[in-house]
């Protein structure tokens, strides 16, 4: 059963330290995108990415956040320093990337909670 | 830029009652249009997807939605909902060259009581 896996799913911490969060995408999908849900903003796009590169960033708070692919099966949000107002559920969604018109795939959510 | 409006951020409805969940795109080109589902604790899975094919358009677990230019809107419905419909509904557009690219409504929380 494919599926796009997050990690952690629960995460706690305080202002100031780094988060990481983490994300495998369906293998074979080329592209992956990073999503922030808020009860205020909604769903937003932070970022995405084609074949590991990145496509679009203008999202994500340049100063503390940044998007990487490592490598096709894994890709990575970073926070750091982190800070209250960044608490949300982060969700990585991949997709085959062939046309404006195909599935996302949702992992589960990785909920940040900074105090 | 594209955007999609989703009309009411909570729908309430007994069960075996009609569901009709709005949403009005906003878009220069002709436009792809989904519905995603949220269960609680879970991520987005599709509903269904217009792709300038039938402008009716059916999904899974009963919903169907239909695309009208004239009005910009892709409204989802059912004939009669279940306890399991209880959810959070998102609309989403995508456009031509954009690799999946997705923007989403602010969503419509549904809730279905007996």
């Known amino acids: 059963d494919a599926r796009v896996t997050q990690t952690p799913r629960h995460k706690v911490t305080e202002m100031g330290q780094e988060v990481t969060m983490r994300c495998q995408p369906i293998l074979g999908h080329n592209t992956v995108f990073w999503y922030r849900q808020t009860m205020m903003q909604g769903l937003e796009l932070l970022a995405y990415f084609r074949n590991r590169a990145p496509l679009d960033d203008s999202g994500m708070p340049k100063d503390r956040f940044s998007a990487e692919m490592p490598d096709a099966t894994l890709a990575t949000l970073k926070i750091q320093p982190s800070e209250p107002r960044d608490s949300a559920v982060y969700f990585c969604?991949?997709?085959?990337?062939?046309?404006?018109?195909?599935?996302?795939?949702f992992g589960e959510g990785s909920r940040l909670t900074v105090l | 830029a594209q955007s999609v409006t989703q009309l009411g951020s909570h729908v309430s409805v007994s069960e075996g009652a009609l569901v009709l969940l709005r949403c009005n795109y906003s878009s220069s080109v002709p436009p792809y249009l989904f519905w995603y589902v949220q269960y609680p604790n879970q991520g987005l899975q599709l509903l269904l997807k217009?792709?300038?094919?039938?402008?009716l358009v059916k999904g899974i677990n009963g919903f169907e939605a239909e695309f009208k230019k004239s009005e910009t809107s892709f409204h989802l419905t059912k004939p009669s909902a279940h306890m399991s419909d209880a959810a959070e509904y998102f609309c989403a557009v995508s456009l031509s060259g954009g690799y999946n690219k997705l923007i989403f409504g602010a969503g419509t929380r549904l809730a279905v009581h007996p």
């Open positions: 969604a991949s997709g085959l990337g062939q046309s404006a018109t195909g599935e996302l795939f």
């Open positions: 217009y792709t300038s094919a039938a402008t």
